[in-house]
């Protein structure tokens, strides 16, 4: 063993826990070998990726690139450099904004700017979860939310989602209070539903509000997704229910919805005490949102509802045209997204997640998430992002039936 190998034999556990190697025993290898294998397999042509949208096709608002030239060329200091929970001024912005689209009524110290929605998710678990705490996650639910949890040292307790096959989702009402019952620190669980696109309806917001104050349970809900929605879906925020202000953590950003996933922005909604716990832990790590950045978070949510409405009809019909394809064979089962630019089918040949998704890349040329990522109850499905080109979209969706109907005449 050389002397290189012998200073670096020693990972820390934090780091051993992001591999998820109890996933071992269901998909043969750990999470992080399973998604270098799915990295580093080739293909022989151009890859599309449809594991996230294409800002291409779909590009930010006009206003944004405007107001980052504007914060980044004027004489400013303060634009450079913020304070660690963001610029007071685009701050009180944004909970203007805030409590006028989504009727929660902050200030701007319920505000944090982040560097991205995942930076708001790991602030706020870094500032609420203990090493040892249980923590309720939805299952299924956004992949890298488990990883955080791991490398915080949390017991993570999985909650299964139970669908309706209409689109919404909810908690078993008796699995939802057994688990309340035992103080857990944090419930997480994203709305809409990554990786599924199901909306939560309001019996179920109801639902967890009022097991979350009888027992006085904080809950961080990520609510990327929540003006993304479809068929007239009404949207209902939990931190807007009674008390539950006081004990929710909202996360919110115009990554998703608005294309501005480059711009490294995140916003989260908190009591103040928690934004500052926050704010402490991003003083260490990341610092700040991206200064120049931030101050395009002034016009967000005020200047985009035209925009964002258009959005949302271009999304529907690029899902409908996956629906019809889909509802074609006998190989894929789908239930319709009603919120996130997200479908989660069920695939119906006898093959492993992982290597349908290897199947899908290196013979296809297709990049998916296998469902296993997101939880036990994700197996059997993968993930595809439907904020595509149109032609490259309905192509891309014959393929993998092409693909699945070969797979199904070899088995």
């Not at 998820?20 to 992080?32: D, F, N, T, V």
């Not at 800002?55 to 405007?66: D, M, N, Q, Y």
């Not at 409590?99 to 998710?121: K, M, R």
């Not at 529907?316 to 997200?342: C, M, N, W």
Request: proline share 5%; glycine share 6%.
């Amino acid at each position: 063993m050389s002397d290189t190998t012998k200073l670096f034999s020693q990972t820390p556990t934090r780091i051993k826990q992001l591999a998820m190697p109890e996933l071992k025993s269901s998909i043969g290898q750990s999470l992080r070998s399973s998604e270098r294998e799915l990295e580093r397999a080739n293909y022989d042509g151009q890859l599309l990726n449809l594991a996230a949208a294409d800002t291409h096709r779909f590009p930010p608002p006009e206003w944004a690139l405007e107001e980052f030239n504007r914060a980044a060329s004027g004489a400013d200091a303060s634009k450079t450099y913020t304070p660690y929970a963001g610029d007071t001024g685009v701050r009180t912005c944004v909970a203007k904004n805030i409590s006028t689209t989504f009727g929660l009524e902050v200030e701007y110290n319920n505000i944090l700017l982040t560097p991205g929605t995942q930076a708001g998710l790991f602030t706020a678990i870094c500032a609420l979860v203990d090493h040892g705490d249980e923590v309720l996650l939805a299952d299924p639910d956004y992949m890298m939310t488990e990883r955080i949890l791991h490398y915080c040292g949390a017991k993570v307790s999985h909650l299964p989602l139970h669908f309706d096959g209409t689109g919404f989702t909810r908690f078993d009402p008796d699995e939802l209070k057994a688990a309340m019952q035992r103080r857990p620190a944090l419930l997480i669980f994203t709305n809409p539903n990554n990786p599924t696109g199901a909306v939560h309806s309001s019996e179920s917001i109801e639902q967890i509000a009022e097991l979350s104050m009888a027992y006085n349970i904080p809950v961080l809900v990520d609510q990327l997704y929540c003006r993304l929605t479809y068929d007239n879906t009404t949207f209902n925020h939990l931190a807007s229910i009674g008390d539950m202000k006081k004990r929710t953590i909202s996360l919110f950003g115009p990554s998703k919805t608005e294309s501005l996933s480059g711009y490294r922005l995140g916003v989260a909604v908190a009591p103040i005490e928690i934004v500052e716990r926050m704010e402490d832990v991003l003083s260490v790590s990341a610092m700040r949102a991206p200064a120049y950045a931030q101050h395009i978070l002034s016009r967000w949510l005020a200047d985009d509802k035209l925009y964002v409405a258009q959005r949302i009809d271009d999304y529907a019909k690029l899902q409908d045209i996956a629906i019809q394809q889909f509802a074609a064979t006998e190989l894929i089962d789908v239930t319709p997204a009603r919120g996130s630019a997200y479908m989660f089918p069920r695939c119906n040949v006898d093959i492993s997640d992982q290597k349908l998704a290897l199947i899908l890349k290196t013979q296809a040329g297709l990049i998916v998430n296998p469902g296993f990522q997101f939880g036990p109850q994700g197996q059997g499905h993968f993930r595809l992002c439907f904020a595509q080109d149109e032609t490259l979209w309905r192509d891309a969706l014959g393929r993998i039936i092409s693909t699945l109907t070969s797979l199904a005449n070899k088995t």
